[in-house]
Structure formats: C-alpha cells, structure tokens
C-alpha cells in the first residue's frame, strides 16, 4: 500500500519547522455535496483552506448528489455556499481558481453505475495532474446511506490503490445504538481498513477542546489534584436555547442522547479524564481515550432510572420571545417520547477517578447556550474562619467552557476587603478571545486538513464508537422500555427540576 | 462604544499607568462585559511627522491589535513628555453572555532627547507578565537598545536599511539579546511552505540532494527576503554559506553542497509589492520547478528531465503588507526555529 510506501521515504528536510506542513496532492469526492453540511462547513471550509494557502498544491474536488446538474451549475452552488457561509470575505480570484477545480457527477448513492462514472472521473483528474492523486472520499449523506457508499466503493475497486492513498471520512451518527454500529463497522471493514477511516467528530476540531488536552497535559500545577483525592465531581454541559429548527424528522429519531451524548460529551469525558500518552501520535492519543470508556462500567437495566432523566421541552419563552413546546414543532410527531434533554451519572472505575461522579447534561431551548466542563473540587478539610465568614466559602470549581465564552476560569476564595475575615468566592477568569490574536480556524478546515494528510488524531477509532454506544446502548433500552415518558420542562428553564435529584446532597447542577 | 480618554502635558509614566487604571476601572464599572485583552505590549517608536502611515498600518490589524500599544512619537523641538492613554473595544455594547475586548493605547509625544531613557518611560507603562515587542520602523536604534532590558522581542523589517548588509548584521546583533521577528522573513514564509511542498511527494524528495540552481526573484527593495530564503535553504540542505556577488541589485554566487556546487541567484524584478516575485529550483537531471506569482496564487511549473512541463496554480491569497504586519505581531508569540540558521547564512551571502 501506499501508506507503507511514504513511510520509507527519504525525510523531506524543508518541511521541517514549518507552521503548516505540505498536505499531499488529493481528489477529495465529497458525498452529499449538495447538502446541508456540504453548503455551510464543507465548501467554505475547502475556501478558506484555499485562502491561506493550505490545500495541497494539487488539488480537485467532486461533488456526487442525486441530483442531474452540470459542472458550472455545481460551481454556481458552491460560489453561493463559500459566499454566504465562508468566516471570511472571498478573494475573487482565488474563488474562481478554487471553482475551476470542481466537477460534479451526478448519481443516486445506490446506483452501481455511478461509480464507475466517479472513478473515471478521479482518473481522469490524474491524467490532467499528470500524476497520481491520493483519493478522500467524505460520506456526507444521511447515516442510510453509509454502508451502501462503502460497499459500492468497494465494488467499484476504489477502496484501495497500490500506489497512493485511499481514505473515508465518515459523518456522525457512527450507527444509532450498539448492534447497528457493529453492522455498520462490519461493512466499513470489509471494504477498508482502519486506518484508511476517519470518523468525525467536530467537537474533536474546535481550538477549545483540543485545549483540553493542552491545559491538562502542558501544565504541572493541575496534574496533583487531578483525581479522586481531590475532585467531588465533575459537571459536563451542552446546553442550547435553540429549539430543533428544521431537524424534526432526524432529531425525533435520534433524541439528546443519540446526538450529543454518545458523540460529543464522551468525547470531552475522555479528553478530561484519559491518563497523559506517551506521545501525540494518534493511536497512542486514541489508546488512553478508550481506556477511560472502557473504564465506565455500562448501567444495569435497574440502575438507569436512579442515574439518568430525560426530558422534553413544553412551550415557554426563550429572549422574551414565546416559543412552542417539543411536540407543537413542525414535523414532530403529538406522540413523540423522543427526549430533548438527557443528564445521566456516570463515573469512571480506575484507580484515578473512582468514586467521583462525573454528571452529563445536555438539553434543547434551555436557559442559554454553554457548552463547559466544571470540576468541582473537595472542600477543605478545616475551616479557620468558622465564626467570622465562612458563609462565603465554596469549593475551589475549575470551568473550561468550550462555547460561547472560550476559556478557563478558576474560582478561589478571597477576603472582602474590611475588619472581618469574611471570605467570597471570585474567579481567576482565562479567555481565548482576550489573550490569542489570530482568528481560530473552523473545526472542518483542521479536519479536512488533517485526513487528507493521513493524521488520525482528533478522529474516534472503532474501538473508540464500540465503547461509547456500549455505555448509552442499554440506557437506550432501559428508556425505550420505560412507560414513563419524558420529565416535560418549560422551554427557557434549566431543565427538568428532577435532574437536581441525580447530584445528591450538597450538590447542584451551575446555573445556566 | 466611543473609546474613552485622558490627556496630559509635562506628564510622567506614574501619572499615565494611574489614569490608564482609572480608566479601566470606570470603564469596567459601567460595563461588567468590558474585558481588556492581555495578548502583549507593543511599543513603537515613531517620527512624529510620520506618525499617522504607522498607525494607519496598526489600525489596519483588526483582530491582530496588540492589546496594550505604547506609541513613542519623538518630535523636534519637543521638551515635555505629553501623553494621551484610551481605552476602548469594537463594536458596539456586546450581547449578553459575551465579553467587549477591549484595547489600550499610550500615545506618548517626547523629545529626542527621551529616546536614549526610553526604558524609564516605557518601562512603568507595559503591563507586567506579557511579551513586550518593540518595532521602531523610522530608526532610532537607540530607542531599541534602551529598552533590551523590558522587551523580549523586536519586530523589524530588514527591507528597511538602505543597505541589506547592514540589516542582517543588526538583526544578528539585537538576535544575541531579543527574540527578532523580521518581516522582510515573513514575506519569504509562503514560498518556504510551497518549496517544501513541491518536493515534499516521496518521488521528489531524492532530487533536494541534486539541486544545482537557485534562482529567487525579488523586488528591488526586498534583496533581504531574498537572501533570508536562499539562507533557509542552506541551512536545511547543508549548503555552505558564502558571499555573492553584487552587481546593479542583482547577485550571483556559487555555495558548496554535499555532492557538488549550487549556482545561486538573486535578480531583481519589477513588481507592485514587497517581498519575492518567483523561485526556480534546478536539479542535476534536468529537472526543476518553478513558483511565480500568479492570480489567485502561485503559478507551479514543473520541468521534467525530458523537458516537459506542467503548470499548475497553487492556491493562496495574498496577505498584503497588513497581513505581513499581522503575522508579524502574532509571531513575536511564537519561536521560530528557522530563523537564525537562515540569518547566518543569509548574512555570510550578503559579505
């Protein structure tokens, strides 16, 4: 394969040193390119790789969708995607230059005959390179059509080449409970191995949580307190004060659980509780991630109800606008029992964390939008000033937000300036937008970046996926059982008042 | 929001840090969203007749403005030290749930005299704890020198000197004390990028150990770029330095490689702004590669030994000298470890 081929290269020594490393020369098929995704992330992401010089020097893109339409039609589509969703004003000329290496072909993802129209095409850009280009294909679709892609790739013999490299990046939903992730790796295998595959989660592309990492692994004074003897708890929140939009049919079948928790909170779980890797390679970043999901013991079907809640929204008021509840949106069915907040108990059985509770929130049309992770750490021990102000103390927290205020803040206990020692909580407050200059750059454009240059590192391993849905598979099943349906909470609230009984005594979920 | 502001004349530093901080703390008061931004000090000395193309040039940064920036504008004839400190954000009052960043400025009119003592000027007036740059466009070595002690950077632009020679010595020197971030390097930045790229395909590496010409076209004012790139090449190939020959801005020489000698050129070329205009690499084969810019990026032309060529453009957009300056004040964060290496050969080239 071509992966063992580079990797007996001579080294280049120019690249050595460079703020932005060569990406190799890449056909990049996107799946889905008249999509949703493709026109908001994708296509302005691809500009803006373009813009600052970050795309291989060559470099073509194919955009395949059902639909029929010609190469400058698919041009037209993209040139009005990058103009309205690009984080930056457009170079004409570099727009254009980006433009004329688009082609489209046009067929529906179940059609075998397709396929070899694409390939001839991917070849066809080769020939006009006078070079062979190393192939990305970007599964850009509905999760439906994943395996149907894969396979047909496969059958196509475009899932491999002897002489450069062949790779998938996949959307999340990576399956929708345990069994269909299984089914769905199990053609993924078949078809490509795993290396070749690259599992996104966007969350892993934000500056923030990559932070996460930075901020644990790049400082020692944290490291001491970084476990059970120290640590209460531990809060993750996804919180959002939007309601579902236009995602009624894929939300209603997915719910909180599917599309936040099983992705992207385990995600910010593991980053904050993994042990430090060796290194920064991928598999050994990946290795210590799933060592954390492997260490969460997944619920007994008799535990579910005492350590998780799920709720949905009822009409209320969000910025002093009325807004309708779950069940009166567009296209949700009047019965539906599809949960729009989940909170669940988890905690993590190794010898660093066990016994400290680790909550995950996340909700729709709740109070605001915040997406942090807040350790809460152990009282102290004796308290000196019992008689003067002690009312004032709390446990050190410790928040890193991810969104909308990225940073880290620490709270401390300070004296209120005054003849009596009385002691008020105050915050040591990091923020990203104060303290770096340059521009960060969306989650697509490292991802993209990162896969077509074959780094592995901020995309889930198999392993990874199996280990996730094994911990959400049986609290899936233990609410799909249940008769109960979900806790109702007014939209604009913090959610059900029944998730306060998950933390236990002396323990409250942060205001939103 | 307006910026806010104080003023004074025949002031001293203590006075300016305390307005400065009243300021803040009113400011703060009527806003709790109001966040002063804490990335570095930039101190820049300037000729106060020519004062306003600088900061037309820091006001063109945008995001990229230094949080606290100390302007030192040195006027003949002057005997005070008057002072103007503001502080203000962009934009308007910011949405609930998010923070106003706001920004602080010292502009400060001295006399010559000053610049010698800039370091107890300066020194009460940076904010503690945070990188201070200095950029001194218009000159005033002494100004830069004074204040070695309070700075860990300074920002230059080698294409400056009057001569390239020059530049490069005093961009060694203030090198042994001082982080440098030379601007007239960060012009060369995308052609190293796009270099490395070119030969970055495993078929193409091989021929980095054959290259027999180099030939960089500059601006006629930008031989420093120029030089700065043919030294990183050196130092990452093994190249060993030695002087060319200067003739009518043009210069011609031959460095020692492993396997053999590298003729190498510098030509300079007509073109609307600084920096380098194209590259050609030349292996033993035949082969080579060139780079020139082009609409929309760099136009690529690949020679092969048998002496057909494909052309390609590599995709990039122009940063402008805005952007230079910005990428400028962002890297005075970073260290490069490129640079010094490529100083010394670009400077052996220049003798």
Request: glycine share 8%; charged share 25%.
């Amino acid at each position: 394969m071509a992966v063992a081929a580079a990797a007996q290269a001579l080294p280049n020594p120019l690249t050595e040193g460079l703020e932005r490393l060569p990406v190799p020369p890449t056909t990049l098929s996107i799946f889905g390119a008249t999509g949703d995704l493709a026109r908001r992330k994708l296509l302005p992401a691809l500009y803006n790789l373009a813009h600052e010089g970050a795309l291989p020097q060559r470099f073509n893109l194919i955009g395949i969708a059902r639909k029929e339409m010609s190469d400058e039609e698919f041009r037209g589509f993209a040139r009005e995607a990058i103009t309205s969703f690009s984080r930056r004003r457009p170079d004409p000329q570099v727009l254009e230059e980006l433009l004329g290496r688009l082609r489209y072909v046009g067929f529906g993802f179940g059609d075998q005959d397709g396929y070899p129209k694409l390939k001839a095409a991917i070849e066809a850009l080769d020939a006009d390179a006078g070079m062979l280009l190393n192939r990305v294909h970007y599964l850009s679709t509905a999760p439906g059509y994943f395996g149907t892609i894969m396979e047909s790739l496969k059958a196509a013999d475009m899932n491999w080449h002897a002489d450069v490299d062949v790779r998938v990046i996949v959307e999340k939903p990576f399956g929708s409970d345990l069994a269909s992730a299984r089914e769905l790796q199990a053609v993924v295998s078949a078809a490509f191995r795993e290396q070749q595959v690259f599992r996104i989660d966007h969350y892993l592309g934000k500056e923030t949580v990559q932070n996460v990492l930075a901020f644990r692994f790049a400082n020692f004074l944290f490291e001491p307190v970084w476990n059970r003897n120290y640590i209460d708890h531990v809060q993750i929140t996804a919180a959002e004060d939007l309601g579902i939009g236009s995602r009624a049919g894929y939300y209603d079948a997915s719910g909180a659980l599917r599309d936040l928790v099983q992705n992207h909170m385990l995600q910010l779980l593991t980053l904050l509780c993994m042990e430090p890797p060796t290194s920064f390679d991928a598999d050994k970043v990946r290795d210590e991630k799933v060592k954390v999901l492997d260490a969460i013991r997944p619920l007994r079907p008799d535990e579910v109800a005492r350590n998780t809640v799920r709720g949905q929204y009822l009409a209320g008021a969000i910025g002093g606008e009325d807004v309708p509840g779950y069940l009166e949106e567009d296209g949700v069915p009047a019965d539906s029992g599809t949960e729009t907040y989940a909170a669940l108990r988890l905690e993590v059985n190794n010898w660093r964390w066990a016994g400290v509770p680790i909550f995950l929130r996340t909700g729709k049309r709740l109070a605001r939008k915040v997406t942090e992770i807040a350790v809460q750490l152990k009282p102290v021990p004796h308290m000196a000033f019992q008689d003067d102000g002690a009312v004032g103390v709390r446990p050190n927290q410790l928040v890193l937000t991810v969104q909308p205020n990225e940073g880290v803040s620490i709270s401390m206990g300070a004296k209120v300036p005054g003849t009596r020692m009385s002691i008020r909580p105050v915050n040591m407050e990091f923020l990203y937008g104060t303290t770096f200059m340059s521009q960060s750059p969306e989650a697509y454009e490292r991802l993209i970046t990162d896969a077509m240059r074959g780094d592995a590192t901020l995309f889930t391993r198999n392993d990874e996926v199996d280990a996730q849905w094994s911990i959400i598979d049986p609290i899936l099943s233990a609410w799909h059982a249940s008769e109960a349906p979900p806790e109702p909470y007014e939209a604009g609230s913090e959610g059900p008042p029944e998730a306060d009984a998950l933390l236990g005594a002396g323990r409250s979920w942060r205001t939103l | 929001m307006s910026d806010d502001v104080w003023y004074a004349q025949g002031t001293t530093p203590p006075a300016i840090e305390s307005a400065l901080r009243d300021l803040l703390a009113d400011r703060h008061r009527r806003s709790a969203a109001f966040v002063p931004a804490r990335v570095l000090n930039l101190v820049t000395i300037v000729d106060h007749e020519f004062t306003g193309e600088v900061e037309n040039r820091l006001d063109d940064l945008r995001e990229s403005n230094p949080s606290r920036l100390i302007l030192c504008k040195v006027r003949k004839g002057q005997q005070s030290l008057d002072a103007i400190a503001s502080i203000g954000s962009e934009g308007d009052e910011p949405v609930p749930g998010t923070v106003a960043v706001g920004r602080e400025k010292i502009e400060l009119t001295m006399a010559p005299r000053h610049v010698e003592a800039l370091d107890t000027i300066v020194g009460p007036l940076v904010v503690g704890d945070l990188p201070t740059v200095v950029w001194a466009p218009h000159g005033y070595p002494e100004g830069v020198d004074a204040l070695r002690r309070h700075a860990q950077v300074v920002l230059l632009d080698s294409q400056d000197e009057p001569g390239v020679q020059d530049a490069l010595l005093r961009a060694q020197s203030l090198s042994e004390h001082l982080q440098v971030v030379d601007l007239a390097w960060l012009r060369s930045a995308p052609w190293r990028e796009r270099v490395a790229a070119s030969f970055d395909p495993p078929e193409l590496r091989r021929a980095l150990g054959s290259i027999v010409g180099v030939t960089v076209r500059h601006r006629y004012d930008s031989a420093a770029a120029g030089l700065l790139f043919c030294g990183w090449l050196a130092s990452r190939l093994g190249w060993r330095a030695s002087s060319l020959t200067a003739d009518h801005g043009n210069r011609r020489g031959r460095l020692r490689a492993r396997r053999g000698e590298v003729a190498v050129k510098l030509d300079a070329v007509e073109l609307r702004s600084p920096g380098l205009g194209g590259v050609t690499i030349e292996a033993a084969s035949g082969e080579s590669v060139s780079l020139d810019r082009a609409p929309g990026g760099l136009r690529s032309v690949r020679r092969a030994g048998d002496g057909t060529e494909q052309t390609w453009t590599v995709l990039g957009a122009s940063r402008g000298e805005v952007g230079i300056l910005a990428d400028g004040v962002r890297n005075a964060l970073l260290h490069d470890e490129l640079y010094q290496p490529s100083l010394r050969a670009a400077q052996a080239m220049s003798a």
